[in-house]
């Protein structure tokens, strides 16, 4: 008999449990919530939007740094390789000279 008790409050509460959860009161918790989360989804997609503009604005920052970098190193060859061909220029016109 105890078994049988156990099962029919089982099912009794089980019963109860989906009227519960099924009831008008409940339905409007479960709107709420949802409402709540829609929310916080909107929230998040703006965060991961404004990280992701952040993120472009830093690597194109990145992009033009080493741009910078490399024509300032391009300036430096070119400058080193005027001076040796003014040294060669020079030389050469010492040696027609002497």
């Known amino acids: 008999m105890n078994k ?4 029919a409050i089982g099912v009794l509460i089980g019963s109860y449990g989906i009227k519960i959860l ?3 009161t409940m339905k409007s918790a479960y709107t709420h919530e949802l409402s709540v989360i829609l ?3 909107d929230e998040v997609v703006k965060d991961f939007t ?3 503009e952040n993120c472009g604005d830093i690597a194109a ?4 740094i080493n741009q910078k970098r490399k024509d300032a190193e391009e300036a430096k060859i ?4 005027r001076a ?4 060669a220029d020079a030389r050469a016109a010492a040696a027609v000279d002497a």
């Open 61 to 64: 920052d990145a992009k033009d």
């Open 78 to 81: 070119i400058e080193d390789a």
């Open 50 to 52: 404004r990280l992701k």
């Open 39 to 41: 929310r916080m989804k």
């Open 84 to 87: 040796v061909v003014e040294e």
């Open 4 to 7: 049988w008790g156990a099962g």
């Open 22 to 24: 099924t009831s008008q």
